[in-house]
């Protein structure tokens, strides 16, 4: 391991409970770190990999993509790029998922992978949400010679009504995954599932109650920590993976909105953001609050799946209803659930204008950000700025331009307003 | 490469690619209907048997104008290229158009295609990405069975599982010649070029199959005899993203290349195995699309690698060009992996990640130039 590159500045969260989350990452990134030193396989899987399943058998896993994200957090994509690049990965792939690569095959790792970074025994990659999900984690496998599964889950082009036979294969193929992990030591018990199911199904409570009082005016709740908050239930230490820290910062958030109080003294403007933001600079989320802008809302809350209605989640049908879930997210690749979730999310939220960040590597969004500012549009009158931003690779980034097109973006949207 | 004189008998498949769409215009005048198609994964037959015409949607080699106001370009380039031909009215002939669940460019195509493109309805077969599975039969089967039902709607009329397994044996006749076609490219030397195989292949799936029939019949005759007065140069293998002109392949041979196989899904890929004759003609369906050779888009890489290591032992292949359009992002992913398979094989590879429009010509040129050289020392 060498010494870290210049790490560029990362906000501190707002809330104590997030502070709190935010180190029960940290630490649970520590106890896998255990678990491999005890002998247990590792497996790094994709961010849509079905927690529940993981949780329910006990698996250690690295989410690679997080690993990649991590890279990217403490300015160093361009390191981890090259190394995947060097290796003959192109520049135009994905640019989370070519971090991860890096990280996977550099033998010259930073001093912040140091408690982050364990040996792959096993990889799962999934097509869910796109094409890199399960492409980049052949790499992973390669490097260390792992065993690796593939979940196939379909695209919804079917809309709300989803047909059993897509719910039936989409189980089968989880059960698959069970079926991997199992000739890989880990114990399957039917029941345990039914138990992660039920907390997923009251998390999802939890995280759709704090939802709404994100939507309140004042927002009582900075986007950093909106991130943090978010991503929290996929990295926790298995002793933090409870309610406890969610049920609190409902509560806090409750308790700020009862006050009237807001993250910023004179809110004048809200705005989502939809598209990845950039991990190597998280300080662009707060920025708008120069402006009196906040953003209540981004893509990253649908991406990791925690603001899924939780009736979804039946406990008596553990994997038929993961299956489910996966067909109807938001986050599933054909475009209409997403553009109507967008659409939704800009009512709800009541936001004066939304930024979209087209990620120059991404196969996924480019495209969907043209139908989503149409439809928002369409739909709420909302303006849509669409940027050119990648969301991992701080190469190409100019912090100058992207501010300024943000700044002038945030003066119309007031102007506009102020009428 | 050597001299290879010309086959008036390739004449009428470049005649086809002159003017792709003029066959499919042709059969609209005469009051057919044309369902464009996207995909090998695409069960043409379906189409057939409901007495249309499958069309396969190919890329011109124009730059893209209007797409880039839809699509950013970081998009590949061969969707922006289809897009902007529809956005152009390119495809206002046609009556449908059926994609088949590759890569996310292609579903978002699908996506814009909704959203934007006046005209025909649109179909998104959405079949397992992951193949060689019983797992996905019972799923890929019902799929199967919207997609006749879709077919059904837009013709008019039901198929017949009589008529699809007549329209299987038609479109498997066809697959046989051009198996046939492609053997000639295992002797030494070979007797038909790769630019000629893929212009036949390429030719083949825009008309008729049974014109097609005789054509490749003829052509299969007068190969058969040509005389290659010398014929050089190391035997190469091109496999890759979706290669719609044969321009590279004429480059590499042009450069002294021969290219003797191709794993291309504009070529061998989509006429490797046939469907067959026995059992209901659905599950035949299936069971093509499962056993099919796989491209990047789909699992497992092994058995894409699988095939490769096949074609390299049987056409006695000396070297690989991996061509990756830009942008193409499950060939690109794949591509190191690729290199390094093969290289273990002692077999070379050379990857080249080159843009739609064939831009940086001459570049690549001087790439290709440089492989061929570096297998010759």
Redesign the interface.
Known sequence: MTADSTIPEIPLPDLKVVEEMQMGIVTGLAEIQKEKAAGTPVVWCSVLTPKEILNSMDVPCVYGNVLGAYASIFGSSGKYCQVAED????R???SVNRCQVGVALCDDRDAFFENAFVVPDLAIGS?FP???E???F??VA?RYNCPYY?I?T??N?WGRDI?D??V??CA??LE?MIRFLEKHGFKFDMDRLKQEVAFTRALNTVMGEIEVLKRAIPMPMRAFDTVIAMTAPLALAREARKLGLFERLRDELRGRVERGYGVVENERLRLMWVGLPPLYDFTLLNYPEKHGAVIPKSMLEFLVGFTMDPDLMDPDRPLESIARAQLASPAN????SAVEYFVRAARDYRVDGVVGV?M?????V??????AK?AIQDATGVPVAIL?LDGADQRDYDPGSIKAHLDSFIETLLARKDG | MGSYEPLASMEPFREVLRDPDAIARQWKARGGKVVGCRCIFVPEEIIHAAGMLPYPLYGTAEPVRLADSYFQPCTCEFVRNLFDSAMGGRYSFLDGLVFANTCDAIRRLWDMWEAYVDGAPSYMINNPQKLRSEVNRDYCLEELRRFRTWVELISGSPITDEALGESIELFDRTRGLLGEVASLRKQDPPLITGAEALEAGMAVTLMPRDRAGELLARLLEEAGSRKVEEAYGPRILVTGSILDDPALVRMIEEEGGLVVADDLCTSAKAYRHLVGAEGDPMARLYEHLNRRPLCACMHPMEARFEYLDDLVREYDVEALIDYNLKYCHPFLYEAPLLRKHFEALDVPVNVLEIGHDMSGHGQLRTRVQAFLEMLET
């Not at chain 1, 480019?366 to 139908?371: A, D, T, V």
């Open positions: 290796d003959g990965l192109s135009d792939v994905c097509n796109c094409t890199s399960s492409k980049a052949l790499h390669a593939v196939d379909p695209i082009t047909p036979h897509a039936e294969y089968r193929e698959g690749p054909a475009y209409a087209v120059r590597s991404c196969g996924l480019p495209g969907l950000q043209r139908l149409e050119d």
